[in-house]
């Protein structure tokens, strides 16, 4: 079982950027998907999650600014990010968990993707 992150990169402070993540190895339609991210020298944080119901949740940092999308048929999560700040800055990883959930932590999770970086330049 295998959760592929990708799409980070540097935008600009201000600017837009997806990511996504696409599972294998299993289907994922039972799960709720969303995203953690980790700051150099923080803790992982949770970011976003969204049930298979299509209920979602967001941390107070990215609330209204980031939404989370998921295609059940492709396996996949998306995390669109608009007006990104330089604190936005950090390895995003994405992440599954059997069931719903109104947020996580850390230790709730089954499955991890690798990660992947975004860069925001102010």
């Not at 201000?14 to 990511?19: A, E, F, I, Q, T």
């Not at 990883?93 to 999770?109: E, P, V």
């Amino acid at each position: 079982v295998q959760l592929q992150a990708s799409g980070g990169g540097l935008v600009q402070a201000g600017g837009s950027l997806r990511v996504s993540c696409t599972g294998s190895g299993r289907t994922f339609s039972n799960y709720a998907m969303g995203w953690f991210r980790q700051a150099p020298g923080k803790e992982r944080e949770f970011v976003a999650l969204i049930n298979r119901s299509g209920f979602s949740t967001y941390s107070d940092s990215v609330a209204g600014r980031f939404t989370i999308s998921r295609d059940s048929a492709k396996n996949t999560v998306y995390l669109q990010m608009n007006n990104v700040k330089p604190e936005d800055t950090a390895v995003y990883y994405c992440a599954a968990r059997i069931g719903a959930a109104l947020s996580w932590t850390s230790r709730m999770i089954d499955y991890w993707g690798q990660g992947t970086l975004v860069t925001v330049s102010s």
